[in-house]
């Protein structure tokens, strides 16, 4: 009798990963990214992360204690990663009050609505920022200038981003290489000399973060490599068709949030897809709602509607992109 044979429900899968581990890994691939906001952005990239990390840690505290009346528990990181993906996703020079509602919105609506961690359908982060990106415009597009106000916070210098600029341009009749010989070079621009959000300016140290995320087996490439892909292809294809009001593929994926998007909020385990084909589908139409928004939309910048976009279809995906159960017979043409 002591060899049983034991059933249970699935997951059937042993690991030494644990959610706390998981989300620490996370905050440490971040910290590139936030040395060079601190380095370009100074005072400003200090302030609005602490006070995003700290909201969000307070409010689901809060949330967890006294209205859903469970344990809480913040040692597990997800709360920190939150704060530190919305602070990457705002200007520098937010007020602090503003993240602090942004941080509520996130923790609140788009993560304890849904019942906490692993039951939001959306990512937090990316809900708190479309969220004071709606409730106020002109706060969240006034981009601190880099290595022009480091030791200032709300005074800081400000300027369009690079993708703002180039799209009024074309709307006022100039043409794409006029316009890119007034930007920084490509090289500034991977160092992240530019305007912009202060955790996305960089790509170097988004890349490097990438690379720490795949070396602990946190993530895996197929959503980042997708995505960016797909960007790449339909800006390339779409530069190849008229040059003069498109850029170049190598323009859109080092300016704007693509990268930061795709490493970070798209490859989210509990809003991303279960199967490689559902991940690969999920990764496609990020990428072609992020070029259809940034070339056609109202707005510069499409990557958080278009994370949000495929965040609600996740559960169609599940649905109908399933492995093959086990046992079932396979025709072999």
Known sequence: MSNLFTVSPSPHVSTTQSVKKLMYGVVLSLVPAFLVSVYLFGTGALVVTLVSIVSCVLFESAIKKYILKTEVRISDGSAIVTGILLAFNLPSNLPWWMIVIGALFAIGVGKMTYGGLGNNPFNPALVGRVFLLISFPVQMTSWPLPLTSRFQYTDAVT?????????????????????????????????????????????????????????????????????????????????????????????????????????????????????????????????????????????????????????AFVPLINKYIKPARFGKEVLHV
Not at 286 to 309: H, K
């Open 159 to 311: 300027g369009a981003t690079p993708l703002g600029i180039l799209k009024e341009a074309v709307r006022n009749g100039e043409t794409v290489p006029e316009v890119i010989k007034q930007l920084p070079d490509h090289m500034q621009l991977f160092l992240g000399q530019m305007g912009g959000s202060l955790g996305e300016v960089s790509a170097v140290a988004l890349l490097l973060g990438f690379a720490w995320l795949l070396y602990k087996k946190i993530i895996t490439w197929h959503i980042p490599v997708f995505t960016v892909g797909t960007v790449f292809i339909f800006t390339g294809i779409l530069w190849l068709i008229d040059p003069s009001k498109n850029a170049s593929p190598l323009f859109h994926i080092l300016t704007g949030g693509i990268l930061l998007g795709a490493i970070y909020m798209a490859t989210d385990l509990v809003t991303s897809p279960m199967t490689k084909p559902g991940i690969i589908l999920f990764a496609i139409g990020i990428g072609i709602i992020t070029v259809v928004i940034r070339v056609f939309g109202a707005y510069p910048e499409g990557v958080s509607f278009a994370i949000l976009i495929m965040n």
